[in-house]
């Protein structure tokens, strides 16, 4: 079993199907943290969803990294419609993922900011609170193609011209 599992590993399609929830999952728990820590008044409170959405932009780097490695591998599995999800799927991420590390690094401030500036907290807080939240949409709208390529099941709909 464990040699299998490790075995998969070496795919990088694999691995990229393991990884891409994470940023969206990470910013939404992110973000539900910051609401949480925004009602503290204690800055240092901010400080664990700041490292979450910290963690979840950068792990934006290697879903894309494998996702490219992946693409020659799964397009010749893929019929006229997968391949049309398979370049919206694709444009979305280049389009979106400037905003995953855009967190990331703002996070990074904000983690200084709040320990060394407590008064700058409330606003890096409401800041990264939106900021997360504008992911997890920007993440759920590159996954709501990605989950088409391979699933014919979820097809309820043409692939959008123009890759939307």
């Known amino acids: 079993m464990l040699e299998k599992i490790l075995r998969d590993l070496g795919h990088p399609e694999y691995v990229h199907l393991l990884l891409n929830p994470l940023p969206i999952y990470g910013s939404l ?3 539900v943290a910051m609401l949480v820590a925004l009602f503290c008044k204690s800055p240092a409170a901010k ?18 990294k494998y996702g ?23 444009h979305r991420a280049e389009k979106v993922l400037p905003l995953f590390y855009l967190m990331a690094g703002l996070a990074a401030i904000s983690i200084v900011g709040c320990k060394f500036l ?17 992911c997890t949409a ?20 043409p692939p959008p011209p123009g890759r939307i």
Request: hydrophobic share 45%; charged share 20%; proline share 6%.
């Open 118 to 134: 407590p008064k700058s907290a409330l606003p890096l807080g409401i800041l990264m609170l939106l900021l997360g939240l504008a």
């Open 29 to 31: 728990l992110g973000s």
């Open 68 to 90: 490219h490695k992946a693409e020659s591998r799964v397009e010749n599995q893929l019929d006229h419609d997968g391949r049309e999800w398979f370049e919206t799927h694709e």
């Open 47 to 64: 400080i664990p969803p700041l490292v979450i959405l910290l963690l979840a932009g950068l792990v934006a780097w290697p879903v894309q």
């Open 138 to 157: 920007a993440g759920a709208w590159i996954g709501y193609a990605g989950g088409k390529i391979m699933h014919r099941e979820l097809r309820t709909e």
